[in-house]
């Protein structure tokens, strides 16, 4: 998912420079964790006792510090003596230092770098107590002032998450909100355009849409949904009541207020629903890409003809190809059918153009888009983390296969760095709830990702298809008229009225604009092109679409001791949950795995891959145009299971005969996945048994190699044959020590540099250059270039950013190039060889060519742009940048290491 997005500014990490002195007094000094009204010393019958309800055994840790508010004092007082806020960057350390302490890293230093994550505070390490209203109590730690929250009532737990949210992420909350309804451009200027359009366009709610989320669900029990409006309703008068304080004492206002000149504004209920679409749309969805898709196909028949150009395109298409490494090894089928069924079949006619819908309209437009800088919006960040493929990861392995007897377990979610992190961590205890761990602010009434009394839970983004596209058939000579069973309808028009002013962060000159996209009954609308001669609208339909907060309840009943005592109870409770992850369990005894979605029973006949015609003969089984609700494949159809020997999750394919996304391309013979996999498989060979450390080395250790050098180049050397040149020699050799280091892109001894940091620039400079001489001269400059509209080569990015090699042409080149070894067709391959035209000799010579030209690259070529334009080198180029959201800016750039942002590493029991 999420291909092409457009980068947007909010230059926060200005607002320490630009605002000026306030006329009243500062704060109180931050000496304890001063952070909030209604401080009390703590008591000794104070709730928070250590341990209480816990079986032990947990571990985490969240970059870079708990602590997101800045006052404007404070803000002031870093520009003056660069002094941080308390336990804004104090857990930062602590993530760091395993990079370098993994290559030999021991059970006892594991505590060095995951802080306890036991309930409850020891009487010596509380900070000060507070009790916004009577029934709640909020006590942090003083070692990284992480809240615990007790509620005499379920009410009082949610208020008090609500307040502690606010205490810690207000003016973050404040950017999700509006990022969520597409409005930030209002609230922090014009630079924000783009990410307001992006939004816009794939996630357009009215406020009636909001409202009518908290309704009822598509699915479940009423009884149970209005419990959760309950606490829904609680979480916003606890944020609420932080407002109300923080405009009475400015030791508690963001600082960053003053700069975009900004008042606090109430929070409602539909609030909470606009950051749940927000992270909803961008973490749980799959699918969608059928126009692009479509387009490719056509591109290749263009050149090959109908028969071969399809066969070319599914074995680029990579659905299932039957070598890809799944976390389970079971089968479970799912849209399996013939992706080129005619049935309702709604390609673009061929020799035609598809026109993507224009979303941004008005005189301002074109200067503010103009206006906006490298930096990002928080919204457009967080879709460019997926973009860029540094997502999260989970491993486990069962108690057979433990050192001590218990299941072991290193999870995380990868959302991106942040100042302050867009994750936020929580403890939460009250009336049946008992859960600590990481929440998204605005929707962190329970914890999302984290621990119970007695057991772990974790997600990576699955990206499995909930997404897909129909042709409505225009009608009565109209862009906006279509034809639903058999009458001709208007498209719902949505508007979102823009209008900024220059601040202290961001200049661009005063403008307005309107943000519009039509709705049909399927969807919002992004293309026009003919199908059969008839003009089209292409709409895409997104089962969680209507529905985002739906997903709320499975993550209520995580949060419940008794809805998480089994295996069988947490697939259960997962199976509540709409977006569609991979959640990891584990407990004293139990790991298991079950992979959540809503996802469509697709009209019988018709294509998975390809827009299908919206006329409502094809629509999904079941659907309901007026209630958004359709038939969905029933939970135990979804890939699942429990107690397997070793299981990773590192966003590869979830199991057998579940077929990828439309968006997915990269499910080829191998994936990073297999760099841990073998790790761990390693580990507990032979019947040994594997510790703690052992599987975080495996998580570390994997998060810093580069997949081509551990699984392409070996095939790469093998086709190039023969090497009489002595400069390619010497760069092959050099090549070959690398790999045999472990091919990994790691500064061990803080040099600045990376080890074989030479070595590195000469693959990341032949990667383009081999793949464009193996492949396009094969494809041809269309077919080549549209398909990398679907799936980019993978790495060098044309920005500093840090490698994810998840989705790559990596395993397009080495199926390609086994081909052409053996002659033979390999399975899940092409079915032509493309390299030499399959030809050894001219294979090799091409080969050997792109390398001799790699050589010619200097690294201010390569890596000489953005922030590296003065340090142009890997290290400098794949760094980890925290995407600033605060008036405290620093510190912001962090050593490569591909790995979860929040992690834990747990093995239950004392």
């Known amino acids: 998912m999420h291909r092409a997005l457009s980068r947007i500014a909010v230059p926060l990490a200005a607002a320490s420079v630009l605002i000026a002195a306030p006329a009243y007094a500062q704060g109180p000094a931050n000496d304890g964790d001063s952070r909030a009204a209604g401080d009390v010393p703590a ?37 003056a003596t660069g002094a941080l806020p308390k336990h804004w960057a104090d857990q930062q350390p602590l ?29 010596k390490n509380r900070a000060k107590t507070v009790k916004p209203r009577k029934g709640v109590t909020i006590l942090r730690d003083k070692q990284y002032g992480v809240p615990r929250i007790y509620g005499k009532t379920r009410s009082d737990t949610m208020f ?26 209002n609230f922090l200027g014009g630079g924000n355009l783009n990410a307001d359009a992006n939004q816009w366009q794939n996630n357009a709610y009215t406020e009636a849409d909001l409202k009518r989320m908290l309704k009822a669900p598509a699915q479940g029990s009423l009884k149970e949904w209005n419990k959760l409006r309950k606490d829904v309703k609680a979480y916003v008068k606890g944020i609420n009541a932080y407002i109300k304080a923080a405009g009475k004492d400015d030791a508690l206002l963001p600082g960053e207020y ?41 591109a290749l028949e263009a050149r090959f003809g109908v028969e071969q150009g399809r066969a070319i395109w599914t074995g680029f298409r990579s659905k299932n ?172 028009k949505l508007v979102r009225n823009l209008a900024w002013a220059p601040n202290a962060i961001d200049k661009t000159p005063a403008g307005k604009a309107k943000l519009k996209v039509y709705r049909t009954v399927h969807g919002l609308v992004t293309h026009y092109g003919t199908v059969n001669g008839k003009k089209v609208a292409y709409a895409t339909a997104r089962t969680t679409y209507l529905h985002e907060a739906d997903s709320i309840m499975g993550f209520r009943r995580f949060n419940e001791p008794d809805r998480m005592s089994s295996p069988k109870k947490f697939q259960q409770s997962a199976s509540k949950i709409q977006f569609t992850f991979n959640w990891a ?69 979830p199991a057998k005969d579940w077929s990828a996304s439309d968006r997915q391309w990269g499910f080829g013979p191998f994936y990073r996945s297999n760099l841990i996999e073998e790790k761990l498989q390693t580990a507990v060979s032979g019947g040994k048994k594997a510790t703690l450390a052992q599987v975080v080395q495996a998580m570390e250790e994997s998060a810093t190699q580069d997949i081509r050098a551990a699984k392409v180049l070996p095939t790469v050397f093998e ?54 001489a193996q492949f396009e001269s094969g494809l041809g400059t269309e077919a080549f270039s549209e398909i990398q509209n679907m799936i980019s080569f993978g790495a060098v990015s044309s920005r500093p950013s840090a490698p994810g090699f998840s989705d790559g042409w990596w395993g397009y080149s080495l199926q390609d190039l086994q081909r052409v070894q053996t002659g033979a067709p390999v399975p899940g ?28 690259v200097t690294p201010e070529q390569l890596y000489g742009a953005g922030a590296c334009v003065t340090d142009p080198q890997p290290s400098c180029w794949n760094a980890n940048r925290a995407r600033v959201t605060a008036g405290v800016t620093a510190p912001s750039v962090y050593p490569f290491q591909n790995r979860p942002t929040f992690q834990q590493a747990v093995s239950v029991g004392r």
Not at 55 to 74: H, K, M, S
Not at 286 to 294: H, I, Q
Not at 738 to 767: E, V, Y
């Open 95 to 123: 993530y760091d230092g395993l990079l370098y302490a993994s290559p030999t890293l021991t059970d006892s230093q594991v505590k060095d770098y995951y802080k306890d994550a036991t309930f409850g505070v020891k009487k």
């Open 719 to 772: 086709a190039m044959g023969t090497v009489s040149d002595p400069e390619l020699t010497a760069a092959i050799d050099k090549l070959k020590a690398w790999m045999a280091d472990g091919g990994h892109r790691r500064d061990l001894d803080k040099d600045g540099a990376f080890k074989h940091t030479t070595t590195i620039q000469i693959l990341d400079a032949w990667w383009p250059k081999l793949l464009t």
């Open 160 to 185: 008090g998450a609500g307040y502690a949210s606010a205490n810690d992420r207000l003016f973050l909350m404040d950017v999700l909100r509006h990022t969520g309804r597409a409005d930030l451009t």
């Open 321 to 492: 190809n039957p070598t890809a490494p799944t976390t389970i090894p079971e089968s479970f089928p799912y849209q399996t059918g013939d992706s080129f069924a005619p049935k309702g079949l709604a390609l673009p006619d061929p020799g035609t153009s598809v026109t993507p819908w224009k979303v941004i309209s008005g005189d301002s437009s074109s200067s503010a888009l103009a206006a906006a800088d490298d930096s990002a919006s928080v919204g457009d960040a967080i879709q460019k983390e997926q973009l860029d493929g540094h997502h999260s990861n989970w491993e486990l392995l069962s108690a057979k296969n433990s050192a001590n007897g218990r299941p072991l377990g290193v999870l995380g979610p990868q959302v991106g760095y942040y100042l302050p992190q867009v994750l936020m961590e929580l403890e939460l205890h009250g009336p049946g709830i008992d859960a600590r761990g990481a929440s998204f602010p605005g929707v962190s009434m329970y914890v999302q990702l984290g621990r119970g009394r007695d057991y772990t839970f974790s997600a990576t983004s699955a990206g499995s298809d909930n997404v897909d596209t129909f042709a409505e058939v225009l009608c009565d000579d109209s862009k906006y008229k279509y034809t639903y069973k058999g009458k001709c309808r208007k498209m719902e």
């Open 258 to 298: 003053a700069a975009v000149g900004q008042k606090l504004k109430k929070w409602k209920a539909t609030d909470v629903m606009s950051v749940a679409t927000l992270f909803g749309g961008i973490f749980g969805r799959g699918g969608g890409a059928e126009v692009t898709s479509a387009q490719i196909l056509r």
């Open 585 to 653: 369990f584990q407990n004293a005894k139990h790991t298991a795995y079950y992979l959540s979605g809503a996802y469509p029973e697709r009209a019988k006949g018709t294509s998975p891959d390809f827009p299908v015609l919206g006329t409502g003969k094809y629509d999904w089984q079941g659907f309901d145009p007026k209630n958004y609700t359709m038939d969905l494949l029933a939970p135990e159809r979804h890939p699942q299971t429990k107690n397997q020997a070793v299981m990773v999750s590192w966003n590869n394919k």
């Open 829 to 856: 391959g092409f079915p032509v060889a493309f390299c030499g035209n399959g030809d050894k000799t001219a294979c090799s010579t091409a080969l050997q060519d792109s390398l001799k030209q790699a050589l010619t």
């Open 43 to 79: 008591a000794a019958d104070n709730p928070g006792a250590y341990g209480k309800n816990d079986a032990g055994g947990f571990r985490n840790v969240l970059p870079p510090g708990q602590n997101g508010l800045d006052t404007l004092g404070q803000i002031l007082n870093f520009r």
